[in-house]
């Protein structure tokens, strides 16, 4: 199964750009274009990662809260961007590469991470 993480940011992200970053940083990853701004992480040996799906404008009030629960949305204002974020499935190094992309950004436009912490 795959493991998601949703990043919910303040404004639009600028997904190759946070990639690229991850990158000079010393991740080996190799991204490719996934359909409309989607992206797909692959390592170097060309094994699928981390899908990043298109970043999703959420307006509506209540809806954050209707597909995380109300913890999580807390501290979230809308307008805000959602990021769906799957690591590939039995791929511990998977798991640990979208959750530094969620991280980073978070870090970079604002917002939060769900789920907070790695679950396992």
């Known amino acids: 199964m795959t493991s ?8 639009e992200p600028d997904i190759p750009t946070v ?5 000079a ?4 990853l190799r991204m490719v274009e996934a359909g409309p701004g989607a992206r797909h992480l692959y390592d170097p040996e060309g094994r699928l990662l981390v899908s990043i799906e298109a970043p999703e404008l959420v307006r509506v009030p209540g809806e954050v ?3 995380l629960g109300t913890q999580p ?3 979230v ?3 805000a961007w959602w990021v769906e974020v799957r690591a590939a499935a039995g791929m511990p ?9 969620a991280q980073d950004i978070v870090h970079w436009q604002g917002g939060m991470v769900w789920p907070a912490e790695e679950t396992r």
Do not use: Q
């Not at 990639?19 to 990158?23: A, L």
């Not at 190094?93 to 992309?101: G, H």
């Open 65 to 67: 809260e209707r597909l």
């Open 73 to 75: 949305a807390d501290g």
């Open 4 to 11: 998601d993480i949703i990043a919910l940011v303040r404004n």
């Open 77 to 79: 204002r809308l307008p």
């Open 93 to 101: 190094e998977a798991r640990r590469i979208a959750r530094r992309f």
């Open 19 to 23: 990639v690229e970053g991850m990158i």
């Open 25 to 28: 940083f010393g991740e080996a």
